[in-house]
C-alpha cells in the first residue's frame, strides 16, 4: 500500500525482500546445484556453485538406489487417499451435524470436536497397536466376558476365539488413522451455517430429498472450499514422517519421505551428497508444485482452516 | 447450532455420521483410553504380563534426569524456532506488504518451503552444514572461526535442528502475517500518517498492536509444530543426539516406547503431552473468545 513517497525506505524494502527471498532460497538453489554435480565435485570443499551436466544421472541414482520410484507412488496413494477420505468423511459429518436434528446431535459434536488438537504424535503407541489389530477392542470384549469357556461350554468343543485383522504394511494402514479430522468437519460446519436459509427451504418445496440438496446445492456451493482443503490436506498427507515410519517396515510399502533417509551418506560412506540432494528435490516436487499451481486456494485453506 | 430449515430423517443423518464417529473412536478414543491405561501399568517388554501399579510411571519418568533435561530441550528447541520463524515470517511479511510491484512473484517465492516436509528441510541443512562437505559449515569455520561440528557437538547438533525446523516454518507465518496487514484497515495508517507519524512510528504504534492476535496465535501454533511435527527433522538428522542433545519430548516417546520397549514410562510421557497440548488447546480458545468480544 501507498501512503506517502519515501523513496530511501522503498529501496531498502526491495533490497531486503530480495535479501530474504535469497536466504529463504538458498538451500534449494544449493541442493539443485549439487544435483547437477558429478561426485568429484560435490566433495570438494568448498563445493563449486555452478551446476554441472549429471543431474539426470544423479536422478536416476536416488530412483533405483533408494527404491524411489516404488515409494513415490505410495506417497501418492497414501497423499491422495488421506485428502479425499478426509473431505469426503468430514463434508458428510459436518452434513449431518448441521443440517439434520437428531437426538444425539450434540454428542456427535462434541466428539468430534474434543480431537481437534490431538495429533498422533501423542497418542503413538496404542494406535500403533490399534492398527496391529484393528480387532483389539472386540478381541478384548470376548477376553473380559470370558466367551471363550462360554463357547467351549456351549458347544463341547475345543476351540477359540482369536480376532485379528492387521493394518501394518498396508494402504489402508497408512489412510485410515490420519482421515478423522475435527478441523476439516468443523471447517465445513462453519461454512454450512453462512449459508442462506432460503436455499434450502426453497430446495425442499421443489421436493428435493436431503442428499439431493446436498449434491446439487452444497457441494458446488463448496467448491472453493475443496480446493483449499486439497492442496492444504495433500502436503500435509505427503510430509507425514512419524506414522508411516511405525506402520511400514516392508521397504516397498514405505513412503518417499522415511525412504529418502537411506540416501543419506554416514560417517564412512562415499559422501553422494549430489545423489541425496537429487532425490530430496524428487521427493519435494509434487508437494511443492501443488502448492504454487494452486496458490490462490492454498493461502485462503491455510488462513481459513486455523479460524 | 442448527439450521432452522433441516431434514427430518434420522436413519440418513447417523449413517452420514458414523465414518467419522468410529475412526474418531478406533483411532482416536481408544488409544487415548489404553495409553491411559498403559501410563499406570508396569509391563514386560512383549506386553505379556502387566501390573497396576499407580502412579509409579510418572514418578519414575518425573524423577529421571533425561526426562527433565529433555523438557527442558523441547522448550529452548520450540521457544528458538517460534521465535526465529515468527520473526523471520513477521519481516517479510511487513516488507512484501509494503511492496508495490512484483507482489505476486514475491509471495510465490517465499510461500513455497511450507510445501517442503520436516525431514527433507532437515537432509537440506544438513548437507548445508556437514561438517566436512557443507558451505555454511566452511562459513562458519573460516569466516567466523568457530569450531563446528553437528555430528559429535550437541549445541551444534541444536543449532542445526532449530534452523532446519525454523526455515520451513518462515512460510506459513508470512501467510499469515500477509492475511493480517491485509486486514487493516488503510484509513488508520492514513490517518495517522497525516498527524506526522513516520513509517516505523506507524508500525509500531498501529500495525504492530493490531497484529498482536496474529501473533499470539502463530506463537501458540509454532510452538505445537516444534512440539510434534519437528519429529522428522530429529529423527533424520540426529536420532536425539550427540549425546542426547537433541532429544525431544515427541522423540524420547518413540524411543522409549518403540526402541526400548519401555511400554509404561512411554504411555506416561504421551499422557504428558496430551494434557499439554490440551491446555494449550483450551486456552487458545479462551482467548479467542474474548477476542471475539472485542471486535463485536
Known sequence: MMVERTPILDTFTYTFLMVGICVVGFPIFYAVTAATLPLDQVARIPMPLTPGDQFFVNIQAAWTDGNLGRQLINSFIMAAGITIGKIVVSMLGAFSIVYFNYRFRMVAFATVFCTLMLPVEVRILPTYEMAANLLGPLQWLVDVLHLNSLLQWVTGNDFEIFLEWSLLDSYTGLILPLVASATCTFLFRQFFLTIPEELCEAAKLDGASAMVFFWKILLPLSATNIAALVVIEFVYGWNQYLWPLLITTDPDMTTAVIGLKNLIPQADDIPMWNVAMAGSLLVMTPPVLVVLLMQRWFVKGLVEREK | ?296
Open chain 2, 1 to 296: 447450532m442448527i439450521k432452522r430449515s433441516h431434514f427430518k430423517s434420522n436413519t440418513l443423518a447417523y449413517l452420514l455420521i458414523t465414518p467419522q464417529i468410529l475412526v474418531t473412536i478406533a483411532f482416536f478414543y481408544w488409544p487415548a483410553i489404553q495409553g491411559l491405561l498403559q501410563s499406570f501399568m508396569l509391563s514386560d517388554p512383549f506386553g505379556r504380563r502387566s501390573q497396576f501399579v499407580w502412579f509409579e510411571n510418572f514418578v519414575r519418568i518425573f524423577t529421571d534426569i533425561l526426562y527433565l533435561k529433555s523438557i527442558g530441550i523441547t522448550l529452548v528447541f520450540s521457544l528458538s524456532v517460534a521465535f526465529i520463524s515468527i520473526f523471520f515470517g513477521m519481516t517479510l511479511g511487513c516488507l512484501a506488504n509494503r511492496a508495490l510491484r512484483a507482489k505476486a512473484m514475491i509471495r510465490t517465492l517465499l510461500i513455497w518451503p511450507y510445501a517442503v516436509a520436516p525431514a527433507i528441510s532437515g537432509i537440506l541443512w544438513l548437507f548445508l552444514m556437514h561438517p566436512s562437505y557443507g558451505v555454511v559449515a566452511y562459513f562458519i569455520e573460516n569466516s567466523l572461526g568457530l569450531e563446528w561440528n553437528p555430528t559429535l557437538n550437541g549445541n551444534d547438533a541444536f543449532f542445526l535442528v532449530v534452523v532446519a525446523s525454523a526455515w520451513k516454518q518462515i512460510s506459513y507465518n508470512f501467510v499469515f502475517f500477509m492475511a493480517g496487514l491485509q486486514a487493516i484497515p488503510h484509513s488508520l495508517i492514513e490517518a495517522a500518517a497525516i498527524d506526522g507519524a513516520g513509517p516505523l512510528r506507524r508500525f509500531w504504534v498501529i500495525t504492530f498492536p493490531l497484529l498482536s492476535p496474529t501473533i499470539f496465535f502463530l506463537t501458540v501454533m509454532n510452538i505445537i509444530y516444534a512440539f510434534f511435527e519437528t519429529f522428522g527433522v530429529i529423527h533424520a538428522v540426529t536420532q536425539g543426539g550427540p549425546g542426547g542433545a537433541t532429544n525431544t519430548l515427541v522423540y524420547k516417546v518413540y524411543q522409549d516406547g518403540f526402541i526400548g520397549l519401555n511400554l509404561g514410562a512411554s504411555a506416561a510421557q504421551s499422557m504428558v503431552l496430551m494434557a499439554l497440548i490440551i491446555t494449550v488447546t483450551v486456552l487458545q480458545f479462551r482467548f479467542v473468545e474474548r477476542r471475539v468480544q472485542y471486535t463485536t
